[in-house]
């Protein structure tokens, strides 16, 4: 498990799987704070390695806008590449997501 609350960026638009996921981010952070457990939003990184890949980020990116994960949004290669150092320079790009 990466410990990633997941923003369901690409779930189907009104559907239970969406719900849940909606509610279980609201509960985590409930949970995390009535125990005090650490927790730490970094966000994730949802990387491009081929050329297909890299040419369904802008839909990713609209389905992610259309759930509500509205500060979603891709970055170059060289963006990447700099913000991740160490990746395998094949990167293409990627859609960064904040709020997981």
């Known amino acids: 498990n990466s410990g990633i609350v997941h923003t369901g960026f690409d779930a189907t638009p009104n559907t239970i799987e969406l719900q849940c996921l909606e509610d279980a981010r ?6 995390y704070t009535k125990y005090n457990l650490p927790f730490q939003q970094r966000g994730s990184l949802l990387v491009a390695w081929t050329y297909d890949q ?7 990116l609209s389905a992610a806008h259309n759930n509500g994960g509205t ?3 891709v970055i170059s290669r060289e963006e ?11 990167a293409m790009g990627a859609m960064v997501i904040p709020g997981e």
């Open 26 to 31: 609201v509960l985590n952070r409930d949970l």
């Open 80 to 90: 990447l590449l700099e913000r991740e150092p160490h990746l395998n320079p094949v």
């Open 54 to 60: 890299m040419s369904k980020l802008p839909s990713l």
């Open 71 to 73: 500060d979603a949004y």
